[in-house]
């Protein structure tokens, strides 16, 4: 294999990187290392180069809510893979830099800092980032967000000084990062919209099963309040909750898709997202999309489907390497994510984009199935300790099988 980009490097230019990529990744998550290494894997022997907004070569997100809070792990064990490993695949990572512009009829891009490439394709894997908070008081730089390593590292150092804390939103990150700060000894109010965690997307029962979790972890839950203001980065003053005053505050509220690059090329977007068919591709010659700020068509499902999930952020991106070597890959696994509250592990696949019931199954010891069922036909599966569901519940949703009298509450 020829091996004309074998440099790790960081932001710094690079006269190696000014002229030609076969495959040009934009973005440093799961799907673009994923998407590289399908890439080789499939037989690509092109020019590879991975330009990343991250300052660390891919880590392993999910940890930063949990491990890497909790002081258990460090930032070189949360690391996916080693600058050697990018070295002997022969693919070159410019970390810290971000494509500004991409010119998709000449197939070109610009970076930030001026250097410009043209490329045969293109993977966009730019991502979502935190949803800001549309409140004043929420854009202060001392209010904590999490999503990148840099951002992790700063929360951390935060709540290592602090004795109070709030958490905005009790979707999965905020759900895990309270209960994670709660553990290093931080007295933590968490504000939420919603009555109970997570109760849109999971419904009642297992909102009030994870409302349990945390009281028991000491995390206080303020539910049914909408934030209206963050004062001095103190203090959240909400409607229908008394103003919470904390050292410091963590907003969790969502995030958005990373589409701007996109959408400035004039690529086609829907839910924000750019849309792509089940093998990653646009309808742009040459421009795949993958993770996060796709809206993939997923074959099993036969409809696109909005997913912000680790393992098909991976799953997505590694369709897009393969096509792009040449290779006819779809995606059509049912959407599934894992999330650690503390101790409690809770198992999920589904379409997620809704479901008209929602049927709690209670196990022994706590252990738990949720079956979400649509016009009869079950679209998605929650468990906790309840393996054998999970993994039977994949298969029910992939097959789009009925609901059965075993399912009964
Ligand atoms: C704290 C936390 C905990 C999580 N826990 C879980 C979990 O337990 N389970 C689960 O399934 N999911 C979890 N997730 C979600 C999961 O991490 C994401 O779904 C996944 O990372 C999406 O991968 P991606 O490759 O699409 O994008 P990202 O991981 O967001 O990576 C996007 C990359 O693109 C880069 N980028 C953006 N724009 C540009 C540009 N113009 N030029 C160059 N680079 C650019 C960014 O810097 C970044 O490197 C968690 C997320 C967070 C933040």
């Known amino acids: ?61 999910p940890a930063l809510s949990k491990e890497y809070l909790r002081g258990e792990s460090e930032e070189d064990e949360i690391a996916l893979s080693t600058a050697k490993a990018y070295r002997e695949q022969d693919i070159a990572v410019r970390l810290g830099s971000t494509v500004r512009t991409l010119d998709v009829s000449g197939r070109s891009a610009t970076l930030a800092d001026g250097t410009s490439l043209t490329y045969g394709d293109c993977v966009l894997a730019t991502g979502a980032a935190p949803a800001a908070l549309p409140v004043p008081g929420a854009d202060d ?182 096509n792009a070597a040449g290779g006819d890959e779809q995606w059509a696994q049912a959407p599934g994510f894992w999330s650690m509250i503390g101790d409690h592990t809770v198992k999920h696949v589904a379409w997620g984009d809704g479901y008209d019931e929602a049927r709690m199954i209670g196990h022994r010891d706590g252990a738990f199935t949720v079956w979400y069922i649509a016009d009869g036909i079950i679209v998605g599966v929650l468990t906790h300790n309840a393996d054998e569901d999970y993994e039977r519940g994949r298969e029910l949703v992939e097959q789009g099988s009925r609901v059965t009298g075993a399912m009964a509450p």
Request: charged share 20%; hydrophobic share 45%.
């Open 1 to 61: 294999m020829a091996r004309r980009w074998v440099d790790v490097v960081m932001a710094s230019p690079d006269p190696a990187l000014s002229s030609h990529a076969d495959l040009l990744i934009v973005g440093g998550g799961p799907a673009a290392r994923s998407c590289a290494t399908a890439y080789r894997e499939h037989g690509g022997a092109g020019a590879v180069v991975l330009v990343s907004g991250d300052t660390a070569l891919p880590y392993f997100r």
């Open 141 to 322: 730089p001392r209010v904590r967000y999490l999503r990148s390593v840099d951002s992790a590292r700063e929360l951390r150092a935060d709540v290592e000084k602090a004795r109070t804390a709030v958490v905005v939103g009790s979707g999965f990150i905020g759900c895990e990062a309270a209960v994670s700060i709660a553990r290093r000894g931080v007295r933590v109010t968490m504000i939420s919209q919603e009555e109970l965690p997570q109760q849109a997307r999971l419904g009642a029962a297992a909102g009030a099963r994870i409302a349990g979790w945390l009281s028991a972890e000491g995390v206080q839950l303020v539910g049914g309040a909408e934030v209206g203001s963050i004062e001095d980065a103190r203090e959240v003053r909400a409607d229908g909750a008394d103003p919470v005053s904390a050292d410091l505050v963590l907003v969790a509220a969502g995030v958005r898709p990373c589409s701007t690059l996109a959408e400035s090329a004039g690529v086609r977007l829907e839910h924000d997202r750019v849309v792509v068919d089940d093998r990653m591709r646009s309808g742009v010659a040459g421009l795949f999309a993958a993770g996060d700020v796709a809206y993939a068509h997923n074959a099993a499902a036969g409809r696109h489907l909005m997913v912000e999930h680790w393992g098909e952020a991976e799953a997505m991106g590694a369709v897009a390497g393969a």
